[in-house]
């Protein structure tokens, strides 16, 4: 298993979409999982680690978050500063 066998990407997918991802992680025996997302995707994010925390494995807790500035290159070549937020869930 790799670091980032337990890593999720959260982009412009239904929230569901990344609960079913966190679910499935758990169920296959990982006890942390990370929920990574940049920009306008930290809420979606946000949204998901609530639900699967709320909802449907409820024996979850925020284990910690860590939040960031990256520079990424936009379309026309220039540097953009994006937030990015990573947010640990692990079982209780």
């Given at each position: 298993?790799?670091?980032t066998d337990n890593v999720i990407f959260v982009g412009k997918k239904?929230?569901?979409?990344y609960v079913l991802a966190c679910v499935t992680q758990f169920n296959e025996g990982n006890s942390n999982i990370i929920l990574r997302a940049?920009?306008?995707?930290?809420?979606h994010a946000v949204d998901v680690a609530e639900i699967v925390k709320n909802k449907f494995v409820v024996d979850t807790e925020v284990k910690g978050v860590n939040i960031g500035?990256?520079?990424v290159t936009g379309d026309q070549g220039e540097k953009l500063n994006v937030s990015s937020i990573e947010i640990i869930l692990g079982k209780k």
């Amino acid at each position: 298993m790799t670091d980032t066998d337990n890593v999720i990407f959260v982009g412009k997918k239904p929230a569901m979409s990344y609960v079913l991802a966190c679910v499935t992680q758990f169920n296959e025996g990982n006890s942390n999982i990370i929920l990574r997302a940049r920009g306008r995707a930290i809420s979606h994010a946000v949204d998901v680690a609530e639900i699967v925390k709320n909802k449907f494995v409820v024996d979850t807790e925020v284990k910690g978050v860590n939040i960031g500035t990256e520079e990424v290159t936009g379309d026309q070549g220039e540097k953009l500063n994006v937030s990015s937020i990573e947010i640990i869930l692990g079982k209780k």
